[in-house]
């Protein structure tokens, strides 16, 4: 089915029913795309939103770890914490933006940060019902077998944390990245977002349907590799 | 003396000390008198904001704009999404048939379809409102066809014995024993409008609204007037949550209490 | 489906001829399992009276569940005869109820929605589908219930409601696929005496599987003992004593003695003596 919607859309366009200011034929997207490739500027605007994705998305999953696991593991840290995290939580990532502007301007230390924010929350979500799901029946194994805390935390902990932070990862890594293409909308001179906002200013389709469809790649790219983790750490979880 | 069993004032009292510092440094920043401090609004010109708000009406203006587009997408993307989810759930081949294209659009991070939108029906309210039903559409459309995939044949075949057709089965089985997952979808829609509403607001800065707002005050250099609209975000956000969470809990009081 | 009389606490003879007689002859099924054909009920011959209660036992994997799901009409495509009152079965219809092990009841509805329920495609006027399902509700003794959850139900009330719901449309043959399998052993006692108390009342025809041999034997007129592999009748006990049945009937233990015994024993030959004891 996906083909026949392509071929029908080479049709509508090359035949003329779609004037090329309202769509352009999967070709013309194809050679944009080609032409951007072999102008390096594909690769540069792919390079930096990676680059800001990924350096705010570690940050962000380190910070959110650190937060979730001490949540979960004192009492009094999550009595004193919790309501500022929930209330925070409260607030979308998106609407944080205008605050960190003034803040931050809009270098790339602010594209960074508004990453690291995105991935925060589900990772430290994440990581504390990871944390406090632990059975106490595995602890208590523990106890029996007296297992030394470092052994505690490498046998059992890590292993049954793994599996929900490792989907934490995912959830906070996909929203990261719908984040950062938005933010790249709205204030960069750089990257995937920005390539599209320029080809929306200048009446380029081919250069927008080109950013959606890298944009659209990467998603899936990294859904997909996340999905691939969450199963090859999981294979000792019963469906 | 563990968390757990002190009194409960005692934890009320721990859980306000970080907010309580927050604003004390907060405020510490704002009258420092250096170059720093100009982010920094003054907590007594946070609380002259909300009064100039509210009494200025914008308040209410920019929240029902926000809350309108909000709902708007829930009912159309999310009413689209749950008859394709039903659709799709019951019809293998349609499934086959659209499933892909679908899957394929949903890859593509929400607000890049801006700038495409924008060339084809221009940066205005219809840009918005498609993103905001686009919002709504996914997590409708999966949910409900999960659910409607998913129930179980045991109950279908009381369906059978007891002559039910086509139509029966669907009103009075299908429909209400996928209506768990149909919700659980109309949540996730419900909490997703809400942030494509307010992200979309700020990326293109007109037509009014809590993000609008937010923007502009961003242009105005106001963090004040940001402080404000960010808690009424939440607090909007956190209310209309909580009374849809009411409403799921009504539908749903057959389900036994572990759910 | 016609409305008819209720019948009164009185128990009733035999009810009318042809009304809920089930005759089966040379009954094969098989299920392709991994490309081969599974032979899974083989030379199943069968008459049953209309109002008898007829048990069935035997080991897992006998194929009493397909029997019943064969007869009830979920299950199509088999060889040989299944007919009702001289019609064969091919599909579900409202003259043939069942009861399965798990009530089946439809959580998003009430007690007394879900015996209704089961009245929406006969011709029972609305104005009197109230009163039928009240009525069925107190035949089981679940009055004051009628608004209550299927999760607010103990185990055995859902499923002393789904003999209700099953019975509502006054089916000529009642299925039961071991009702009282999810029950508590104390439970089972209670409505094992409750069934038979309402098939005194009722008298249709009810076929009963189940695993508890004396349970098969306190309830049913006859017992068939089922083998396995492939499903087939062992033989047919008659169980000659009037109703209401005495637990402690010495006739009761030592036919359950002897059912037990075959049922354990090593499989034999198919054997279809019928062995009419009288109590002395």
Redo the contacts between chains.
């Keep these: 089915m996906p083909l026949t919607l392509l071929a029908l859309w080479q049709i509508a366009c090359t035949s003329g029913f779609f004037p090329p200011q309202v769509l352009v034929p999967p070709s013309g997207v194809l050679s944009e795309l080609l032409a951007l490739g072999r102008s390096g500027e594909l690769q540069r605007h792919v390079g930096e939103s990676l680059g800001r994705l990924g350096v705010g998305f570690v940050i962000g999953a380190l910070v959110g770890l650190a937060v979730g696991a001490a949540l979960a593991l004192s009492r009094w840290t999550e009595a004193a914490l919790s309501p500022l995290f929930l209330g925070l939580w409260q607030v979308p990532v998106i609407a944080f933006v205008p605050m960190l502007v003034m803040f931050l301007g809009i270098e790339e230390r602010f594209k960074i940060t508004v990453v690291a924010v995105a991935a925060f929350f589900p990772v430290a979500l994440a990581t504390f019902d990871a944390v406090r799901g632990v059975p106490r029946a595995w602890l208590e194994v523990s106890k029996v077998y007296r297992l030394t805390l470092p052994q505690l935390i490498r046998r059992i902990l890590i292993p049954a944390t793994i599996p929900a932070i490792l989907t934490g990862l995912r959830v906070a890594i996909t929203r990261a990245w719908l984040v950062l293409v938005a933010v790249e909308l709205l204030a960069a001179d750089s990257g995937i977002g920005q390539m599209m906002e320029m080809g929306r200013q200048l009446f380029r389709i081919d250069t927008v349907l080109a950013g959606v469809v890298v944009s659209g790649l990467i998603g899936f790219a990294l859904d997909a590799g996340a999905r691939a983790i969450e199963r090859r750490a999981t294979r000792w979880k019963s469906a | 003396m563990?968390?757990?069993s002190s009194p409960k004032s005692v934890?009320i009292a721990?859980?306000?000390?970080?907010?309580v510092l927050?604003l004390a440094w907060w405020q510490l920043q704002a009258t420092a008198g250096d170059a720093r401090s100009l982010?920094f609004a003054p907590l007594g010109s946070v609380g002259a904001a909300f009064v100039e708000q509210v009494e200025s009406g914008a308040l209410v203006f920019d929240a029902v704009a926000t809350l309108s587009r909000s709902l708007f997408g829930l009912i159309i993307g999310g009413g689209i999404g749950i008859a394709l989810g039903v659709a799709t759930g019951l019809s293998r081949p349609l499934d086959?048939?659209?499933g892909?294209?679908l899957h394929?659009?949903r890859?593509?991070?929400?607000?890049?379809?801006?700038?495409?939108l924008?060339?084809?029906i221009g940066?205005g309210e219809g840009s918005q409102l498609v993103i905001v039903c686009l919002s709504a559409f996914f997590p409708a459309m999966l949910n409900t066809h999960a659910g409607v995939a998913n129930v179980e044949t045991?109950?279908l075949?009381?369906g059978?014995?007891?002559?039910?057709?086509p139509l029966?089965r669907f009103r009075?089985?299908l429909l209400?024993?996928a209506?768990p997952m149909i919700l659980t979808g109309l949540t996730q829609a419900l909490a997703f409008t809400?942030?494509a509403a307010?992200?979309t607001e700020?990326?293109l800065g007109t037509g009014g609204g809590?993000?609008v707002t937010?923007?502009n005050?961003?242009m105005q250099?106001r963090?004040d007037l940001?402080?404000v609209?960010?808690l009424v975000?939440?607090?909007i956000?956190?209310a209309v949550n909580q009374l849809f969470l009411a409403l799921r809990h009504h539908l749903l009081?057959?389900?036994?209490k572990s759910l | 489906m016609s409305v008819h009389v209720r019948p009164t606490a009185a128990p009733q003879n035999i009810a009318q001829p042809g009304r809920g007689a089930l005759t089966i002859s040379g009954m094969r099924k098989s299920y392709a399992i991994n490309g081969e054909q599974r032979l899974v009920l083989d030379g199943i011959d069968l008459a049953v009276r209309p109002g008898e209660f007829v048990s069935i036992v035997g080991a897992s994997g006998c194929g009493k569940s397909t029997l019943l799901r064969l007869i009830v009409g979920l299950e199509d495509d088999y060889a040989g005869e299944i007919r009702l009152d001289g019609e064969r079965v091919v599909t579900t219809s409202l003259d043939r109820g069942i009861v399965f092990q798990d009530h089946r009841l439809f959580p998003w509805m009430t007690l007394e929605e879900n015996i209704e329920l089961a009245l929406l495609n006969t011709n029972v006027p609305k104005t009197r589908r109230a009163q039928i399902v009240a009525e069925h509700i107190a035949l089981v003794n679940l009055t004051g219930f009628e608004k209550a959850y299927p999760h607010q139900l103990s185990g055995g009330m859902a499923q002393r409601a789904a003999i209700a719901r099953a019975l509502v449309t006054e089916p000529k043959l009642l299925l039961l696929d071991e009702p009282l399998g999810a029950l508590d052993a104390l439970t089972r006692v209670h409505v094992q005496a409750e069934l038979q108390r309402i098939w005194m009342a009722q008298r249709s025809t009810m076929i009963m599987v189940t695993h508890d041999v004396e349970e098969a034997l306190y309830l049913g007129d006859r017992v068939i003992v089922m083998a396995p592999n492939p499903g087939r009748i062992r033989r047919i006990v008659d169980v000659d004593l009037p109703h209401p049945r005495d637990r402690a009937s010495p006739l009761l233990h030592r036919l359950k003695d002897e059912i037990l015994a075959e049922l354990t024993a090593a499989p034999s030959e198919a054997n279809l003596v019928r062995f009419p004891v009288r109590e002395s």
Excluded: D, K
Excluded at chain 2, 107 to 116: A, F, H, I, K, S
Excluded at chain 2, 253 to 256: D, V
């Design positions: 563990s968390a757990a934890r721990v859980g306000l000390l970080a907010p927050l982010a086959r048939l659209l892909p294209l394929g659009v890859q593509v991070p929400l607000m890049g379809w801006l700038p495409l924008g060339l084809w940066a045991r109950l075949e009381v059978r014995i007891y002559g039910f057709t029966q009075r089985i209400p024993a209506m809400w942030i307010i992200g700020i990326l809590l993000g937010l923007q005050a961003q250099q963090m940001i402080l609209t960010i975000t939440a607090v956000g956190f009081r057959w389900q036994p």
